[in-house]
């Protein structure tokens, strides 16, 4: 199984950061990379796929990056309903697998 | 706007099977990505399996051996069946849609917690 290992595992920001979150994957996944963000009893949302596309409907301040084995997902002014827990997950390789999450909290 | 709603009991007995159902509304089941996902409280996401072409699947290999996925077109839903369930099974199970083979998931159902416990 390909692991992704997400950094930081949680982080406090204030509204208007600028905010940063790495995925790795334990090989190489070329772009099949998605960035999903969960807020408490609710499903996940999709934010970015293939990389660095933006899905539909979501705000341009959330924008994703990388190939290969790193990618980012940057937030680049953090929103009050943007506190949440954030999930990349690989689809290059079945089994499909997520990262353990990155909490992101009020400061 | 497509919906997809979970359905299927909430409380399971150890060593029985897991069954539920998703309903899909506002788009053909026929197409896309039909994906079962769990959480089990407090944690990460497991990808299960997934559906695509209305019968070609995909199953994590860790399940494999007591997970199903089928789909029955002329209701537009699809199902899971997981046997022989212990309470690490306990999760909530969401089904969502992926639009391509990029696996990304627009349109989740709510999630159902199932508990498996005697």
């Known amino acids: 199984d390909i692991q992704m290992t997400q950094s930081p595992s949680s982080l406090s920001a204030s509204v208007g950061d600028r905010v940063t979150i790495t995925c790795r994957a334990s090989q190489s996944i070329s772009r099949y990379l998605n960035w999903y963000h969960q807020k408490p009893g609710k499903a996940p949302q999709l934010l970015i796929y293939?990389?660095?596309s933006l899905q539909s409907g979501v705000p341009s301040r959330f924008s994703g990056s990388g190939s290969g084995t790193d990618f980012t997902l940057t937030i680049s002014s953090l929103q009050p309903e943007d506190f949440a827990t954030y999930y990349c997950q690989q689809s290059y390789s079945i089994p499909q697998t997520f990262g353990q999450g990155t909490k992101v909290e009020i400061k | 706007q497509v919906q997809l709603q979970e359905s299927g009991p909430g409380l399971v007995k150890p060593s029985e099977t897991l069954s539920l159902t998703c309903s899909v509304s506002?788009?053909?089941?026929?197409?896309?990505?039909w994906n079962w996902i769990r959480q089990p409280p407090g944690k990460g996401l497991e990808w299960i399996g997934y559906m695509y072409n209305s019968g070609s699947i995909k199953y994590n290999p860790s399940l494999k051996s007591r997970v199903t996925i089928s789909v029955d077109t002329s209701k537009n839903q699809f199902s899971l069946k997981l046997t022989s369930v212990t309470a690490a099974d306990t999760a909530v199970y969401y089904c969502a849609r992926a639009v391509t083979i990029f696996g990304e998931a627009d349109y989740w159902g709510q999630g159902t917690l199932v508990t498996v416990s005697s």
């Open positions: 506002g788009g053909s089941i026929s197409s896309y990505y």
């Open positions: 293939a990389a660095s």
